[in-house]
């Protein structure tokens, strides 16, 4: 079975700080994919990232990094000098391909980021 | 081009009714999931659809279904409706079998 785990419930920092934002996930498949959404109050979670399970290079985009690790089955997420804008729950997730075709996206229970004035 | 769009995006019920939801997927996307997410038990997977059949599907009873046109648009219904079925619907779509999946702004279903 798969699981996701984000043990940051919630997370509150003051603009312009960095905050990292915790994954760990669990799988027995040697192709996954990982992914990070964002979901702002209106609901729809915007995407942001994918991860091969093969490629564990790290990736910039702006203020946003990722730190993938299969060592240690890890998918952080860094936001540097956070923005107001960032408030927002972040949700990490693996997609398992599946034998019928198509692929099921396996969420974690998402981490709250508060970003204050 | 468009995003997914879904439609409505609120609904008010009450219990033992039947609901319909509607979602367009993005343009020459093929394959479109559902999403149940409730404050308990989060984003769960329902099913998935491709070339109008039901390829993969969820941990969830039979009052919950499906279906997909030849225009790659997904209905989902839910019938004999409960309170526990109050949620946000999120719909996703994507254009093959490991592509990433792009989400709509949801369905906020509310059983009374």
């Known amino acids: 079975a798969q699981k996701v785990t984000q043990a940051q419930t919630e997370i509150s920092v003051v603009e312009k700080e960095d905050v990292t934002l915790d994954c760990v996930y669990e799988t027995r498949d040697t192709t996954y994919y990982l992914f990070w959404y964002k979901q702002p109050p209106s609901g729809e979670l915007v995407f942001l990232i994918r991860r091969n399970s093969f490629d564990e290079q790290n990736e910039i985009s702006g203020r946003y990094s990722w730190n993938f690790q299969k060592s240690t089955s890890s998918f952080n997420f860094t936001i540097t000098a956070s923005q107001v804008v960032d408030s927002a729950v972040y949700f990490c997730a693996l997609a398992k391909v599946l034998t019928g075709g198509g692929n099921k996206l396996t969420f974690g229970t998402g981490t709250q980021l508060k970003v204050e004035l | 081009k468009a995003g997914v769009t879904q439609t409505p995006r609120y609904l008010i019920k009450t219990r033992g009714q039947q609901v319909t939801l509607s979602c367009s997927p993005i343009?020459?996307?093929?394959?479109v999931s559902w999403y149940q997410q409730t404050p308990g038990q989060g984003l769960q997977f329902l099913f998935e659809?491709?070339?109008?059949?039901?390829?993969n599907k969820g941990n969830f009873p039979g009052r919950f279904s499906g279906r997909q046109f030849s225009n790659s648009r997904s209905e989902m219904n839910v019938s004999t409706l409960e309170l526990g079925d109050s949620a946000l619907y999120l719909c996703a779509s994507s254009y093959g079998v490991t592509d990433t999946q792009y989400f709509g702004p949801g369905t906020r279903l509310t059983v009374l």
């Open positions: 659809y491709f070339s109008e059949t039901q390829r």
């Open positions: 343009s020459g996307h093929r394959s």
